[in-house]
């Protein structure tokens, strides 16, 4: 896709350097003119991917800040410095989806947003020390971190018959750690109040400690169910750093493994849906399809949850003829018992009666908070990675892309239906495709001094590790997993619903606790 | 159906009878991890491993269970939540270190945002090793965890 002209004109007109580095256009501009550039580019419709910071003092004397933007199908990299003590413009009243963003780098390297309308700690807070910064390359790991009593201040809702919900970090079920603040008339939700953060374990600070090969490793367990695509991407911007190519053969299987992952979590979602509808029956069967497919897994890579696969330069595992035709059979089997389940749960009216009309997000609000995958699609926001910005074997798949409209539970399960269908299409394409030839290259060189920036569809969406590399190990390594952009959906599409709705509501989102609070 | 599961079950289903005379009440905790071991033991309630029927139930309150499964190295977040969830849980209580990151701290370690592996904050019974454990280590776990509740009933 090219660049629009008259944008280029308009954003060549306010940038410093223009630079065109692959399907990436980099923008260097000024402080004063950062924000006014970015909201150029989001009013004609560009999506914020990403804005976080580096600590780039030691040879530029500030620190950088970074949009990534997504315009029809191109990428565009706007950069400008950032000081320490003089507070940067926030980009929120203009650009919602920079909210989290903003108060990640205010948490993360002490620049603080002016003009945020909630500049509250996001993941470090209660007692975190008020002058520490974990992602300034000054910061000291080795020093024990004193707990300086802090409140976190929530919003509070008064008035009449108004109260107050908590729920968790330990919630009742087996999921992850994260509070929740209903406040509730009755059984109406009027808002809702999400706090993350409880297993941050600080990621990105320990890739810059890691070596490359480790760093995959790593990669695997920033959110466990989501091991393929996060170290695809990881190797993907990698790769990108060092110039190197991983052979075909080795996109074709990191493509079949993407899928395996989607599908498995699909299934579980799917089945997590009719289970909280007590639509028992499909639930069951549900969740033994996604155990068949973790067997699968565990059969083909020796990883139910498809771990060491990916690795720089290529794959581990290679799929031979005979494990091809057998893994072929078993999803025709898969397809067969998931076609027979579908129809089970979108036939019967007590289900549709509890996910239509339930958990509304709007097509605007899944736009203005830059939402990504079936959550956005199932709002009628089209877009893809897979098909946006292609990688591995997908410019050579041909699938398509499942949307709907009325972003209910309803849509969400209906978007994650049709997705299973066309993940075992790709599977079966790739299957049938797949290129015969090595599965790794040599990973030697040293690295570009430019950013890296990879992008992967991941179950939940969009995830991308953005790089700027060292000799041995990442400079800054700034990784944005596709929740991260979808919490906010999910305090919005409550708003209105009864209490008993929002389990429901919250297992359509199905998102990653461990992957946003990094 | 699974065989290592099913005769691991049944065994299981034996002693738990005999020391409890009732189920055995789990309360997993994720007190730092990738949500990795969370899938796994999500997988042990699905109808092909289906621990209910070996007696071991998932409950939804520390307040319930005789067994705490922590999974993840701790957070800093997460040290209050884990020890507060951990007074809850009337005694005799087991506590089960379950994954690599429990048992060690896996590759959070170094860490700034971690405390430590579980035993560095409560007592630990039983550790699984795994990245993370299958369902069949996590049974077989459980199962070391009950020899131990065993041995101290009859010293």
């Known amino acids: ?518 | 159906m699974d065989e290592s599961t099913e005769q691991l079950g049944k065994q299981l289903q034996e002693r738990i009878h005999q020391l409890f005379g009732r189920s055995l009440g789990i309360r997993e905790v994720d007190a730092g991890s990738c949500n990795g071991c969370e899938v796994e033991v999500n997988a042990l309630t699905n109808a092909i491993h289906d621990i209910e029927r070996f007696g071991m139930h998932i409950v939804a309150s520390p307040r319930h269970a005789d067994m705490l499964l922590v999974t993840g190295a701790v957070t800093r977040n997460m040290e209050m939540p884990l020890i507060k969830t951990y007074r809850a849980t009337p005694s005799p209580k087991m506590v089960v270190a379950m994954g690599s990151c429990a048992a060690s701290g896996g590759p959070f370690l170094s860490s700034y945002a971690v405390v430590g592996p579980v035993d560095s904050l409560i007592p630990v019974d039983v550790y699984i090793p795994g990245c993370p454990p299958r369902p069949q280590a996590i049974i077989h776990g459980i199962m070391v965890a009950l020899d131990l509740l065993e041995e101290a009933n009859n010293r």
């Not at chain 1, 629009?4 to 980099?26: C, F, P, T, V």
């Not at chain 1, 590790?465 to 060292?470: L, S, V, Y």
């Open chain 1, 1 to 518: 896709m090219s660049f629009n002209d008259g944008l280029i004109r308009k954003i060549s007109s306010m940038a410093e350097r223009l630079e065109h580095r692959g399907e990436l256009l980099h923008v260097a501009t000024s402080r004063d003119q950062f924000v006014d550039l970015v909201d150029i580019i989001h009013k004609v419709g560009g999506r914020l991917v990403s804005l976080h910071a580096t600590d780039e003092r030691a040879t530029a004397e500030s620190f950088m800040m970074y949009a990534i933007l997504d315009h029809d199908g191109c990428l565009i990299e706007v950069v400008s410095p950032v000081w320490d003590g003089v507070p940067f413009q926030s980009l929120v009243p203009r650009v919602h989806a920079a909210n989290w963003y903003e108060r990640e780098i205010q948490d993360m390297f002490g620049l603080t947003p002016h003009g945020h309308p909630d500049p509250r700690p996001l993941v470090l807070y209660d007692d975190w020390p008020q002058d520490t910064f974990p992602l300034r390359k000054d910061f000291d790991s080795s020093i024990d971190i004193p707990r300086i009593p802090r409140e976190y201040k929530y919003r509070h809702m008064e008035g009449d018959g108004v109260f107050e919900i908590p729920v968790g970090p330990v919630h009742a079920g087996v999921i992850e750690p994260g509070h929740f603040r209903f406040s509730v008339a009755g059984e109406p939700i009027m808002a809702l109040e999400i706090r993350l953060g409880y297993v941050h374990r600080g990621v990105e600070k320990l890739s810059e400690t890691m070596p490359y090969h480790k760093g995959v490793i790593l990669a695997e367990r920033i959110s466990g169910d989501t091991s393929a695509a996060h170290s695809a991407a990881y190797c993907q911007s990698v790769e990108q750093l060092f110039e190197i190519k991983a052979p075909e053969r080795a996109e074709y299987i990191r493509t079949i493994i993407l899928e395996l992952e989607r599908l498995y979590n699909h299934l579980g979602d799917i089945s997590g849906i009719a289970l909280d509808t007590a639509f028992a029956v499909p639930a069951a069967d549900g969740y033994v399809l996604r155990e068949r497919v973790l067997e699968l897994n565990e059969w083909l890579t020796g990883s139910r949850l498809l771990r060491s696969i990916n690795t720089i330069g290529g794959v581990n595992k290679d799929i031979d003829r005979d494990k091809s035709a057998k893994l072929l059979s078993h999803l025709v089997d898969l397809r067969l018992q998931f076609e027979r389940l579908s129809s089970t749960m979108m036939s019967s009216v007590s289900m549709l009666d509890r996910v239509e009309g339930t958990g509304i997000l709007s097509k605007e609000n899944a736009r203005s908070l830059g939402c990504v995958g079936p959550i956005a699609r199932a709002s009628g926001v089209d877009i893809d990675t897979r098909r946006d910005h292609p990688y591995a074997a997908y410019p050579d798949m041909s699938f398509r892309i499942p949307l709907q409209k009325s972003g209910d539970v309803y849509a969400r399960t209906v978007v994650r239906i049709d997705e299973v269908r066309e993940s075992f299409a790709i599977i079966e394409q790739a299957l049938d495709r797949i290129p015969n030839g090595s599965i790794c290259t040599e990973f030697t060189g040293a690295p570009i001094k430019t950013t890296a920036l990879s992008l992967v569809e991941a179950s939940r969406g969009e995830l991308m590790h953005w790089m700027i590399g060292e000799e041995e190990k990442p400079f800054r390594h700034k990784i944005r997993d596709p929740s991260f952009c979808n919490w906010l959906g999910l305090e919005l599409a409550v708003r209105g619903d009864i209490v008993p709705d929002f389990p429901l509501v919250n297992k359509s989102f199905s998102l990653s606790y461990a992957g946003n609070d990094l």
